[in-house]
């Protein structure tokens, strides 16, 4: 069974900073990987994928995430934080190889990020 | 405007009073899906529809039932809401089952009292 952990469940930042949200993963197979965004009174939205192929993934609003595999791990960053991007975030992941005909997604708990001026 | 749409989007209700939350979708979607979202846990999936008359459960499923009847449309019924089962809602759909994208709903925040 997969399961996800998103360390840190409020994250705070100053405008300009850094952003680093931590997600690792524990599947006996590396799985599909993604990062959810949801804005204050909205439904999630697609951030970024991993699937196949180069390692370091770009999303939207400047995002990006990279899967590595010894760590079991699929950081989300980006470089300088803005006030827009203060949202929560998930990570969720998909097996490789689908049960049935379904890619069933397991989500982690999500991390507030706050975003200070 | 592609979109879920979800309503309604607050709903305050009384044990044992049944409701039902309707989704709808107009992406020509074949997969639909439910999950509930409480403090902590994330997201985590009520039910799923593969296509029209094709349900199965997912991870949370006592206490729901769900329809497809119609491709556009997957509604979420609870019967005899139960305090426990007061969180948020969301549908999502994709093009198909083995789509890695989701299209999220905007959300039903249920409170049973």
């Known amino acids: 069974a997969q399961s996800v952990t998103q360390l840190g469940s409020h994250v705070s930042v100053s405008e300009g900073a850094l952003v680093l949200l931590r997600c690792n993963y524990s599947s006996s197979v590396p799985p599909y990987l993604f990062w959810y965004v949801q804005y204050p009174n909205q439904g999630l939205q697609l951030l970024l994928k991993y699937t196949t192929g180069a390692t370091l993934v770009k999303g939207i609003n400047g995002f990006e995430a990279e899967f590595k595999k010894s760590e079991t791990s699929f950081h989300l960053t980006k470089p300088s934080a803005h006030m827009s991007d203060a949202a929560e975030y998930f990570c969720a992941v998909s097996p490789l190889i689908s049960s049935g005909s379904a890619r069933q997604l397991t989500f982690g708990s999500g991390t507030q990020l706050t975003v200070l001026p | 405007e592609a979109q879920v749409t979800q309503n309604p989007r607050y709903l305050i209700t009384v044990t044992g009073k049944k409701l039902t939350v309707t989704c709808s979708q107009n992406m020509n979607h074949e997969y639909m899906s439910w999950y509930r979202q409480d403090p902590g846990l994330g997201l985590r999936q009520i039910y799923y529809s593969m296509n029209v008359e094709v349900t199965d459960k997912g991870d949370v499923p006592e206490g729901y039932k769900v329809s497809r009847k119609e491709k556009r449309n997957f509604p979420l019924i609870l019967e005899s809401p139960s305090p426990n089962q007061t969180s948020l809602y969301f549908c999502?759909?994709?093009?198909?089952?083995?789509?890695?994208?989701?299209?999220f709903g905007p959300g039903t925040r249920l409170t049973v009292t």
């Open positions: 999502a759909s994709s093009v198909t089952g083995l789509s890695y994208e989701q299209y």
